[in-house]
């Protein structure tokens, strides 16, 4: 659809200025389109050298035989209200990624991963599972990684599906030839994998100013898969959306006790549990043991889908087990370290929530000690921050069972005149924890809840 088109790329700030240089040799012509306004002259003018155009404003979409935007982008804006007025084709950043994809890494297996929670767990553990006897490069918020070497290859990349081109770029550049590529996408897939992944659609949310779900784009994942692929779904999100693919292999998943799902929990504890699973003719279970290095019911859901994907894979019932038992926990997932004397809970990621915060301090409740908590955002590398009310409203509620409380990030900081005696700001996650400390002595509890990349 896009090969020897005249297309326009909506939205050069997430991902769209790699797309357009990407299809810049299978496009007839490739116009870009700085929907936000927020590239500046040098970037602009670096794209019109590689021999792109670009507009700041909405262009005519019916000088155009395609249009490609992302799936989060409001439908009202004028080029997209244009296009669906005069049936002007519309595809997602996600299918521009796959097209351009097609046909190429044949080489190697390609797992996406999408979903609301649970992503970047679920790839590092499979990644664990994975290479113990296969060759696998990762690609999450934590950045491209050999797990050969276990070496991070490129830092600083987001989870928009335009990201997964520079990621394969990177790794071809090295030379580097895996057996597996495991993706972490936000909101859906491209239709390439050879597996594709759905975690969970819980704490649905709205995207495209409102008018459609966050699971509508997770939805494609299932819509979108190629003819004899491999879907490793959720039960409930299977269930939700009512979508099933007689041409693809379909594998179920639960966190929850449900034996109608292949994969799921038999029992789960503080203290361990057992993961059963039915698939084909293949049956067996699973033993989980208990960690004193992360709290295991945040890894509930990352745990039965990386089993679910690696079972897909004929990985041994055993090697799984075993990477389960070994596993300490991934970074800024709730994981349970020591910092100068004290007990730091590690839960500042991309995909913090308020929610996750609540979670986070629960249990670092169940230790014995002084609490200071580290909360807000770092904004200039989230797109979506931590909602300065909802922190309000978490004050209010969570104060009194705090020792202190270090906000992080500028909007954060009218809210320290709350209470001036106890709460704090910092300008960073870095700088807040350095101040947690100092609020702190030796045994008592750090927990780190700030939204950010790392």
């Given at each position: 659809?896009?090969?020897?088109?005249r297309?326009?790329?909506?939205?050069?700030?997430?991902?769209?200025?790699v797309?357009?240089?990407?299809?810049?040799?299978?496009?007839?012509?490739?116009?870009?389109?700085?929907?936000?306004?927020?590239?500046g002259?040098?970037?602009?003018?670096?794209?019109?050298?590689?021999?792109i155009?670009?507009?700041?404003?909405?262009?005519?979409?019916?000088?155009?035989?395609?249009?490609?935007?992302?799936?989060?982008?409001?439908?009202?804006?004028?080029?997209?209200?244009?296009?669906?007025?005069?049936?002007?084709?519309?595809?997602?950043?996600?299918?521009?990624?796959?097209e351009?994809?097609?046909?190429?890494?044949?080489?190697?297996?390609?797992?996406?991963?999408?979903?609301t929670?649970?992503k970047?767990?679920?790839?590092l553990l499979?990644?664990?599972?994975?290479s113990?006897?296969?060759?696998?490069?990762?690609?999450?918020?934590?950045?491209?990684?050999?797990?050969?070497?276990?070496?991070?290859?490129?830092?600083?990349?987001s989870?928009?599906?335009a990201?997964i081109l520079?990621?394969?770029?990177?790794?071809?550049?090295?030379?580097?030839?895996?057996?597996?590529?495991?993706?972490e996408?936000?909101?859906?897939?491209?239709?390439?994998?050879?597996?594709g992944v759905?975690?969970?659609?819980?704490?649905?949310?709205?995207i495209?100013?409102?008018?459609?779900l966050?699971?509508d784009?997770?939805?494609?994942?299932?819509?979108?898969?190629?003819?004899?692929?491999?879907l490793?779904?959720?039960?409930?999100?299977?269930?939700?959306?009512?979508?099933?693919?007689?041409?693809?292999?379909?594998?179920?998943?639960?966190?929850?006790?449900?034996?109608?799902?292949?994969?799921?929990?038999?029992?789960l504890?503080?203290?361990?549990?057992t993961?059963?699973?039915?698939?084909?003719?293949?049956?067996?279970?699973?033993?989980?043991?208990?960690?004193?290095?992360?709290?295991?019911?945040?890894?509930?859901?990352?745990?039965?889908?990386?089993?679910?994907?690696?079972l897909?894979?004929?990985?041994?019932?055993?090697?799984?087990?075993?990477?389960?038992?070994?596993?300490?926990g991934?970074?800024?997932?709730?994981?349970?370290?020591?910092i100068?004397?004290?007990?730091?809970?590690?839960?500042?990621?991309?995909?913090?929530t308020?929610?996750?915060?609540?979670?986070?301090?629960?249990?670092?409740?169940?230790?014995?000690g002084?609490?200071?908590?580290v909360?807000?955002?770092?904004?200039?590398e989230?797109?979506?921050?931590?909602?300065?009310?909802?922190?309000?409203?978490?004050?209010?509620?969570?104060?009194?069972?705090?020792?202190?409380?270090?906000?992080?990030?500028?909007?954060?900081?009218?809210?320290?005149?709350?209470?001036?005696?106890?709460?704090?700001?910092?300008?960073d996650?870095?700088?807040?924890?350095?101040?947690?400390?100092?609020?702190?002595?030796?045994?008592?509890i750090?927990?780190?809840?700030?939204?950010?990349?790392?």
């Amino acid at each position: 659809m896009l090969r020897n088109s005249r297309a326009a790329v909506l939205d050069l700030t997430h991902g769209g200025s790699v797309i357009a240089r990407k299809l810049k040799n299978i496009a007839a012509s490739v116009t870009g389109v700085d929907v936000y306004n927020t590239l500046g002259s040098h970037e602009l003018k670096a794209l019109e050298t590689y021999g792109i155009k670009t507009s700041q404003v909405p262009l005519n979409a019916r000088d155009f035989d395609i249009l490609i935007a992302p799936v989060h982008l409001d439908p009202g804006y004028p080029m997209l209200a244009e296009a669906e007025k005069n049936n002007i084709p519309v595809v997602s950043h996600h299918a521009a990624v796959g097209e351009i994809l097609s046909g190429r890494h044949q080489d190697h297996k390609v797992i996406e991963i999408t979903g609301t929670r649970a992503k970047t767990s679920t790839a590092l553990l499979l990644a664990e599972m994975l290479s113990e006897e296969l060759k696998v490069v990762s690609h999450t918020s934590r950045g491209v990684e050999d797990w050969s070497s276990r070496r991070i290859i490129k830092k600083g990349l987001s989870i928009t599906p335009a990201s997964i081109l520079l990621a394969l770029e990177s790794v071809e550049e090295e030379g580097n030839k895996p057996d597996v590529i495991i993706l972490e996408i936000s909101l859906g897939g491209t239709g390439n994998a050879d597996i594709g992944v759905i975690t969970t659609i819980a704490d649905d949310y709205k995207i495209a100013n409102n008018t459609r779900l966050a699971s509508d784009a997770k939805r494609k994942m299932i819509l979108d898969a190629k003819p004899g692929s491999t879907l490793v779904i959720n039960h409930d999100a299977l269930r939700f959306f009512g979508a099933c693919r007689r041409d693809v292999n379909i594998i179920s998943f639960s966190d929850s006790i449900n034996a109608a799902a292949n994969v799921y929990y038999e029992n789960l504890s503080s203290g361990g549990g057992t993961i059963a699973y039915y698939i084909d003719d293949r049956q067996g279970k699973i033993a989980i043991s208990a960690s004193s290095e992360y709290d295991l019911d945040s890894y509930k859901t990352a745990f039965v889908c990386a089993a679910a994907v690696a079972l897909a894979m004929d990985i041994k019932p055993h090697a799984i087990e075993r990477s389960l038992r070994e596993f300490k926990g991934a970074q800024g997932r709730m994981r349970k370290t020591s910092i100068e004397g004290r007990t730091l809970i590690d839960n500042s990621n991309s995909g913090l929530t308020l929610k996750t915060a609540e979670k986070a301090l629960g249990y670092a409740k169940s230790e014995s000690g002084r609490i200071v908590m580290v909360l807000g955002e770092e904004a200039k590398e989230v797109c979506e921050g931590l909602d300065p009310k909802g922190v309000e409203r978490f004050i209010d509620k969570r104060l009194d069972e705090l020792h202190a409380l270090v906000l992080v990030g500028e909007r954060m900081k009218p809210l320290v005149s709350k209470n001036i005696n106890k709460i704090y700001h910092a300008e960073d996650l870095s700088r807040g924890i350095e101040l947690a400390q100092q609020l702190t002595r030796e045994k008592d509890i750090i927990v780190s809840c700030v939204k950010c990349f790392r």
